[in-house]
């Protein structure tokens, strides 16, 4: 899947407990959501989350 500017956009996952975040504290579950991938993916951002999918962006590419 490619984003309005041609980047490619991933999917990926998460673990339900971050999930549970979402209907109780909506801003711990965007920060947790990209704290787990500033830390797991680096050079990714979050762009959306859908359940059960977090769809990130590869910005790599355009940092060199």
């Known amino acids: 899947m490619n984003g309005p500017m041609g980047e490619r ?3 990926s996952m998460i673990a339900d407990h971050i999930w549970e975040l979402r209907s109780t504290d909506p801003e711990a579950f965007k920060m ?9 993916h680096p050079g990714f951002t979050v762009i959306r989350a859908k359940y059960p999918h977090i769809y990130i962006q590869d ?6």
Do not use: L, M, Q
């Not at 910005?59 to 060199?64: P, V």
């Open 9 to 11: 956009i991933w999917t």
């Open 32 to 40: 947790r959501v990209k704290e787990y991938f500033a830390r797991g």
């Open 59 to 64: 910005d790599r590419a355009s940092n060199k």
